[in-house]
C-alpha cells in the first residue's frame, strides 16, 4: 500500500516538474508583470496624491495674496504653480482668480494672459468656457473686437450658450452692428429659459435696440404652425 502511495507521489511530483518546466517562464512572467503594475499603479496613486497637496498648498497662499489684493504675488504664485502642476484643478482655479486681481488692480494685460492660459490648458471644459468669456469680456474693454468673437467662437457648452451670445451681443453692438447685436441678443433670450432673472437684462438690451424679445420665440411659433398647415395640406 505504502508502495503504490509513493508512485502516486512521485508521478503527481513528475507531472508538476513537467508542468512547471513547459510553462514556469511564463507563470513567472505574468507574476512579475502583475506586481509592477500593482506597483506602478500605486506609484501613481502616491503622485498624484502628492501633487494635488503641493498645488493646494500653493493655491491657498494665492487665494490670501488675492484677498489682500496683492496682484504681483498672486501673479508670481500662479506663475509657479501652473508651470509645476499644470494639470491640476488648483492651476485652473488660480488662473481664474488671479485674472481677477489683476484686472482689479489695472492689469488688464496680465489679467488676458492668465485667462487665455485657462482657456488653453484647464483640464475641465467648464473652466475653459468661463476663462474665454472673461476674456472676451476684457477684450471688449480694449476694443479688441475681432480677438473677443475669435475667442467666444471658442467657447463650447450648451449650459453656456446664452451667455456666449449675450457677450457675443455686446461686441456687435460696440462695433456698431445692430442688426447683429440684435439677432444675439435674440438667441440668448431664447437660450436662458423664462425662468431667468438674467433674462430680463437681455430684454433690456433688445428693447433698446428696438425689438421684442417675444418676436423670435412668436416667429418660431408662426413658423411651427405653418409649417403643419403645409404638411396637412400635402397629404392626400
Do not use: C, H
Not at 482655479?93 to 484647464?122: C, H, I, M, P, R
Amino acid at each position: 500500500m505504502a508502495t503504490q502511495l509513493d508512485l502516486q507521489e512521485q508521478e503527481q511530483l513528475d507531472a508538476l516538474k513537467a508542468f512547471w518546466k513547459k510553462q514556469g517562464n511564463l507563470i513567472t512572467w505574468v507574476l512579475l508583470l502583475a506586481l509592477v503594475g500593482f506597483s506602478a499603479w500605486n506609484g501613481w496613486q502616491y503622485w498624484q496624491r502628492d501633487q494635488a497637496q503641493n498645488a493646494g498648498a500653493m493655491f491657498e497662499e494665492l487665494d490670501r495674496a488675492a484677498l489682500v489684493g496683492d496682484a504681483d504675488k498672486v501673479g508670481r504664485v500662479f506663475a509657479d504653480l501652473k508651470q509645476r502642476y499644470p494639470k491640476t484643478a488648483f492651476a485652473e482655479q488660480a488662473g481664474l482668480t488671479a485674472a481677477k486681481v489683476q484686472f482689479a488692480k489695472s492689469q488688464a494685460d496680465a489679467a488676458k494672459a492668465s485667462l487665455a492660459w485657462v482657456a488653453e490648458n484647464a483640464v475641465e471644459d467648464e473652466f475653459k468656457t468661463i476663462a474665454r468669456l472673461r476674456l472676451a469680456g476684457l477684450q471688449l474693454d480694449g476694443k479688441q473686437y475681432d480677438e473677443a468673437l475669435k475667442t467666444l467662437d471658442a467657447a463650447q457648452g450648451v449650459e453656456f450658450e446664452a451667455l456666449v451670445q449675450d457677450r457675443r451681443g455686446d461686441i456687435y453692438l460696440a462695433q456698431g452692428k445692430a442688426a447683429e447685436a440684435r439677432a444675439a441678443y435674440q438667441r440668448a433670450w431664447v437660450a436662458l429659459g423664462e425662468k431667468s432673472d438674467y433674462r430680463r437684462l437681455v430684454d433690456a438690451k433688445l428693447t433698446a435696440l428696438g425689438a421684442s424679445p417675444e418676436a423670435p420665440a412668436a416667429a418660431a411659433s408662426a413658423g411651427t404652425g405653418s409649417a403643419a398647415t403645409a404638411a396637412s395640406g400635402a397629404q392626400p
